[in-house]
């Protein structure tokens, strides 16, 4: 029995492990903060919308700990979805921007006039708290933004996606080198 509880703790804890590992380091650093202040630099800015009113946006922050006065750097993104009317924040920490700018710059940007026939092709970027993924099809376009479960909300997959404004990725890629 002892052995049985023991199975059952351990892996009980991978589980709760596995699940706090999907906030960003800036939403840790916002939840151990006392007080926080949170500068968002609103002229640099890019933003995806869909014909439905729709939209998600994304700028850079400066989090301060106004306690300890530490600083952080980081990506916020707002959507905003239907069905249900719905506001979410998400944020890309520091240590994932580097990759987040790779992965922009070779696989979306390269991509921007790739055709295909009869073939579809993804990229997909996984940040802690979002996903985002740019899909080919045939001579389609879509980006698709996808806030992952790190709230333990309700509704698991807040998603927004875009066919007409997939060239904004540049106005993004811009915004995240200002980051870094």
Known sequence: MKKKSLFILVILFTIFSKAQNKESSTRK?????????????????????????????????????????????????DMFIKKPNIYKTA???????????????????????????????????????????????ERRRRITIKLNDYDNSVIKNYTFWTE????????LLSVLKVIK
């Open 29 to 77: 650093f916002i939840d151990e903060s006392k007080y926080t202040r949170i500068d968002k630099d609103w002229t640099t800015e890019a933003e995806f919308k869909s014909g439905i009113g729709e939209y998600v946006k994304f700028f850079p922050i400066q989090v301060t700990d106004l306690k300890t006065g530490k600083k952080m750097n980081a990506l916020q993104l």
């Open 91 to 137: 944020w890309v920490g520091l240590e994932e921007i580097t990759d987040f700018i790779n992965f922009v710059e070779k696989n979306v940007i390269t991509n921007l006039k790739m055709k295909l026939k009869d073939k579809s092709s993804e990229f997909i970027f996984n940040a802690k708290e979002m996903t985002l993924s740019y899909l080919v099809y």
């Open 164 to 171: 007409s404004k997939v060239d904004n990725i540049s106005n």
